[in-house]
Nanobody, 118 residues
Framework: QVQLVESGGGLVQPGGSLRLACTAKGNIARPNVMAWFRQGPGKERELVASIGWDGNPYYVDSVKGRSTISRDNAKSTVYLQMNNLNIDDTAVYYC????????????WGQGTQVTVSP
């Protein structure tokens, strides 16, 4: 059984930074793609950033230039460094993982709250 365990959420002021981490526990398939999604109040879940096994990243336009996704394959961990946070970044952030083929994310974390507020 695979579990994705997130950490690093919290309350931050506008302009501040946060680093989220997600560790896959259990026998997760390798290679894989890991990603961060978020769901803000009254909004649908959206993909924020993803990273392939080789480290190739993707970012949604709203976070591009102020966020960095990275991974440590040996630790089965993915990170999301977010800088210059604004109120629109307030959301529950979820970690997801999938195999290399297709686009269906089979594994999800429980979510971690990020609140950006003065």
């Amino acid at each position: 059984q695979v579990q994705l365990v997130e950490s690093g959420g919290g309350l931050v002021q506008p302009g501040g930074s946060l680093r989220l981490a997600c560790t896959a526990k259990g026998n997760i398939a390798r290679p894989n793609v890991m990603a961060w999604f978020r769901q803000g109040p009254g909004k649908e879940r959206e993909l924020v950033a993803s990273i392939g096994w080789d480290g190739n990243p993707y970012y949604v336009d709203s976070v591009k230039g102020r966020s960095t996704i990275s991974r440590d394959n040996a630790k089965s961990t993915v990170y999301l460094q977010m800088n210059n946070l604004n109120i629109d970044d307030t959301a529950v952030y979820y970690c997801g993982a999938r195999g290399m083929e297709g686009s269906h994310y089979a594994y999800w974390g429980q979510g971690t709250q990020v609140t950006v507020s003065p």
